[in-house]
């Protein structure tokens, strides 16, 4: 077996993983991004990359070639109707996201991290060498390759191989999700998210979105919560009934069908891992920290990987406790109550379709519209002062008491059968038994933008 020494070794050369061995680099340490495979590769997403993200690209200095800037949110509820959700411009982010395939997001981030002096190392980690109960000496490579270091990065997805080979991974805390994504011809004027019944007066358990994208290719997908099982969800019917929903309500052409569908899972909340123990810290979706109410992870990650590296440069032997408290201050007020709110909605299905259609009803949303933008997109912690902001911040400290009974009241979602994910379907028609089907109404409104 061959030995390759470094100070780090990054484990995954996503979002999260290229930023912390940018960081990395840049601060002077010697460093390994190792990832199993050969880039530039595609990874199932929605694509949008959020304020917080955008703002954290600029501050490293990362031009990205956006696909088009993601600035309000379109979201239709049950009823059909539109609410415009405000994008802001915050204290510590700026006021749009942009859309970017990821094909070409985490191609370029990863070039980056290599120009700064990252060295790239291509190969799938299946073991590590860790002393019993003490540190990780090396991470194994399928190949047989040994990557010594002082200090490991985990940012190696929702189902981190790193942290499930260290011991930190305990899938029964975690809180779950599948989606699935397809590029479609289309022209997307604004980022379109539906909140769909599965029956009248009954939620769907997740949501449906359609984005802008680079030439003509917009970017269609829906995506559900599954609580704390893990399992597949037979979601590709949906998409097909959804895409059939968006061309009956005119927002595809008529002849529009999604492409080649690709699907992966999403861990949220800050669950199923602590962010840090010993010398291995997690980023990204490897430490749970996608939105667990709209499913952003490339902001969280991205944010989360720089937060990890800067922790490894003040001093490898601290780094954990620091990164530990560090991930707390950032993310310590929002994902905990998100997480509850999201098991409780899932819950009470009714509830939560009649919520929807509140906050979407025509003489009421433009009075939520910007308190709904703030929270459900985790951007209450510096948002500028103004009203939006202030009731955002109460639901975000309600929530927050309700976080502090999470896991302990793991949310029963029986009402959605597991099954294989069939990209095979042939196409929209009835569900089966036990699985989503999506009701909505096709009423269209005046709050859609000419
Ligand atoms: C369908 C879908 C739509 C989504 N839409 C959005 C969206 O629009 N906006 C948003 O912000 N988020 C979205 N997300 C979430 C987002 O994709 C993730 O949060 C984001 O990719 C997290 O980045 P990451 O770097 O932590 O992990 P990843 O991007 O998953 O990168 C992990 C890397 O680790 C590598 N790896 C895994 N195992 C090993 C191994 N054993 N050895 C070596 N390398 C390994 C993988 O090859 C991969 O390159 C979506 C997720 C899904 C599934």
Redesign the pocket.
């Known amino acids: 077996m061959t030995t390759q020494r470094f100070d780090v070794v990054v ?7 290229s930023v912390a061995a940018l960081v990395l680099a840049r601060g002077g340490a010697r460093v390994a991004l ?4 050969a880039f530039p ?1 595609d ?8 304020p917080r ?1 955008v703002g954290l690209l600029d501050e490293l200095g990362v031009s990205v070639p956006d696909a088009g800037q993601g600035a309000d949110l379109l979201v239709v509820g049950p009823s059909g109707h539109r609410s415009r959700l405000p994008a802001f411009r915050g204290r510590t982010y700026p006021g749009h996201g942009v859309v970017i395939p990821r094909m070409i997001l ?1 191609d370029a981030l990863r070039t980056a991290a290599l120009e700064a002096g990252a060295e790239p190392i291509r ?4 073991g590590v060498d860790q002393v019993p109960g003490g540190p990780v000496r090396a991470l194994i490579t399928s190949d047989g390759r040994r990557l010594a270091a002082d200090a490991f990065v985990g ?4 189902l981190s ?1 790193v942290a499930r080979l260290a011991g930190l991974l305990d899938p029964d805390t975690a809180l779950w999700g599948f ?3 397809a590029y479609i011809p289309a022209e997307v004027p604004l980022p379109l998210l539906v909140l769909l019944d599965q029956a009248p007066w009954r939620i769907y358990p997740g949501y449906g979105w359609l ?1 802008p994208g680079a030439a003509g290719q917009a970017n269609v ?1 829906i ?1 559900v919560g599954l609580g704390t099982r893990r399992r597949q969800a037979r979601l590709r019917g949906d998409l097909d009934r959804f895409a059939a929903l968006l061309r009956t309500a005119g927002d595809l052409a008529p002849e529009a069908r999604p492409g080649p569908v690709t ?4 861990r949220m909340g800050g669950t199923g891992t602590p962010p840090a123990a010993g010398n291995v810290l997690l ?4 430490a749970g920290l ?1 939105n667990p109410l709209q ?5 969280p ?1 991205m944010v989360s990987a720089r937060l990890a590296a800067e922790c490894l440069l003040a001093g490898p032997g601290h780094a954990a406790a620091a990164y530990t408290d560090a991930v707390t201050a950032t993310f310590g007020r929002y994902l905990p109550g998100a997480a509850a709110l999201q098991a409780t909605l899932l819950r009470r299905p009714r509830t939560a379709s009649a919520g929807v259609r509140l906050l979407t009803a025509p003489p009421v949303r433009r009075v939520l519209a910007g308190t709904w933008s703030l929270y459900w997109n985790g951007l209450v912690d510096g948002a500028t002062p103004r009203p939006a902001a202030w009731t955002a911040a109460a639901v975000q400290r309600v929530a927050s008491r309700l976080g502090r009974r999470w896991p302990a009241n793991p949310p029963d979602l029986s009402h959605l059968e597991p099954g294989p994910l069939d990209p095979g379907h042939p196409g929209p028609g009835p569900p089966g038994p036990g699985q989503p089907d999506l009701v909505t109404s096709p009423a269209r409104d005046d709050a859609r933008p000419s």
């Open positions: 484990a995954g050369a996503g979002p999260a993983g190792v990832d199993k495979a590769r990874k199932a997403c929605g694509d949008l990359v959020g993200g985490d190969g799938r980690v299946s940012a190696d997805g929702a191989p989606a699935i994504r984005f997908g995506g699907g992966g899972w999403l980023a990204g979706d490897a996608i499913g952003e992870g490339i902001g990650g």
